[in-house]
Nanobody, 125 residues
Framework: QVQLAESGGGLVQAGGSLTLSCAAS????????MAWFRQAPGKEREFVTG????????YYVDLVKGRFTISRDNAKKTVYLQMNSLKPEDTAVYYC??????????????????WGQGTQVTVSS
């Protein structure tokens, strides 16, 4: 069983930066693909980015490519999401997710086994 806890959300102006953290407990962290999803009001939860534990391979959706950076520290069992050049359309609840796998990074919500409680990110214009 893996427990995930996000932190670092908040209110930021457009063009600003924010770093989210997700601390994991339980399980062998390096065996998990870690991902960030987000859900805006009235919209479905969507994949943002993921990172593989075995080799730090990363994948980003086009909307955030070049602005967001995912990283992980296996020793600290923590995954990070550095968000730069934030836009109002980035406003959402951001969720950390974990999937026990050493293969490709899945982008579907139901592919992930464990979820954090979410952290709100609000970008003002």
């Amino acid at each position: 069983q893996v427990q995930l806890a996000e932190s670092g959300g908040g209110l930021v102006q457009a063009g600003g930066s924010l770093t989210l953290s997700c601390a994991a407990s339980g399980g062998t962290f390096s065996s998990y693909i870690m991902a960030w999803f987000r859900q805006a009001p009235g919209k479905e939860r969507e994949f943002v980015t993921g990172i593989r534990g075995s080799d730090d391979f990363t994948y980003y959706v086009d909307l955030v490519k070049g602005r967001f950076t995912i990283s992980r520290d296996n020793a600290k069992k923590t995954v990070y999401l550095q968000m730069n050049s934030l836009k109002p359309e980035d406003t959402a609840v951001y969720y950390c997710a974990a999937k026990y796998s050493k293969s490709g990074i899945a982008t579907m919500v139901n592919s992930y086994d464990y979820w954090g409680q979410g952290t709100q990110v609000t970008v003002s214009s």
